[in-house]
T-cell receptor, first 112, second 116 residues
Framework: DAKTTQPNSMESNEEEPVHLPCNHSTISGTDYIHWYRQLPSQGPEYVIHGLTSNVNNRMASLAIAEDRKSSTLILHRATLRDAAVYYCILRDVGTSGSRLTFGEGTQLTVNP | NAGVMQNPRHLVRRRGQEARLRCSPMKGHSHVYWYRQLPEEGLKFMVYLQKENIIDESGMPKERFSAEFPKEGPSILRIQQVVRGDSAAYFC??????????????FGEGSRLTVL
């Protein structure tokens, strides 16, 4: 599985934007970039995914570098409920099969 | 539409006992995944099942662990002769279709096993 690198932790203030980076320098052309998050004592929750173009949904935006070697998850206005571990995952069913491979993720702390 | 339901949410077992964890996927979902999260660690894939079939068990420990997803009823993750190292949160996820690069997984809230 292609590897991703994320900072161990980040802090933000409530109602401010948050940019969560992810490096994936060995990404292949068929890898999709997925983001999940895990709130305390809960299961992971899908956030967003993309391939090449930037993506927006009700939860977040995903900005993908032109060379696809990095991406950034953007929370436009952080709330206390956004405090979670955020996982950046590369997915190519053709090479890695059915599994999602979770790394260590980024622990996001949101200050009131 | 109810989400992925896991039970029990908390389970305490003594060493040597058996643990059975159940997972009911979302309605209409016929694909189930099990993940394990050891304390202070990330999620590790264990097994992927479709109805009545184990598709990928490459993450399952070779001994004491088994999983099934019968035609009727929930998926079961069974751990025989539990040891303290089995203490973890076990998460089930489901999806409505075969794995794809764009498909998302829907996770349950997990079952937390404590082995005394």
């Amino acid at each position: 599985d292609a590897k991703t690198t994320q900072p161990n932790s980040m802090e933000s203030n409530e109602e401010e934007p948050v940019h969560l980076p992810c490096n994936h320098s060995t990404i292949s052309g068929t890898d999709y970039i997925h983001w999940y998050r895990q709130l305390p004592s809960q299961g992971p929750e899908y956030v967003i995914h993309g391939l090449t173009s930037n993506v927006n949904n009700r939860m977040a935006s995903l900005a993908i570098a032109e060379d696809r070697k990095s991406s950034t998850l953007i929370l436009h206005r952080a709330t206390l409920r956004d405090a979670a571990v955020y996982y950046c995952i590369l997915r190519d069913v053709g090479t890695s099969g059915s599994r999602l491979t979770f790394g260590e993720g980024t622990q996001l702390t949101v200050n009131p | 539409n109810a989400g992925v339901m896991q039970n029990p949410r908390h389970l305490v077992r003594r060493r040597g006992q058996e643990a059975r964890l159940r997972c009911s996927p979302m309605k209409g979902h016929s694909h189930v995944y099990w993940y394990r999260q050891l304390p202070e660690e990330g999620l590790k894939f264990m097994v992927y099942l479709q109805k009545e079939n184990i598709i990928d068990e490459s993450g399952m420990p070779k001994e004491r662990f088994s999983a099934e997803f019968p035609k009727e009823g929930p998926s079961i993750l069974r751990i025989q002769q539990v040891v303290r190292g089995d203490s973890a949160a076990y998460f089930c996820a489901s999806s409505p279709r075969t794995p794809s690069n764009t498909g998302e997984l829907f996770f349950g809230e997990g079952s937390r096993l404590t082995v005394l």
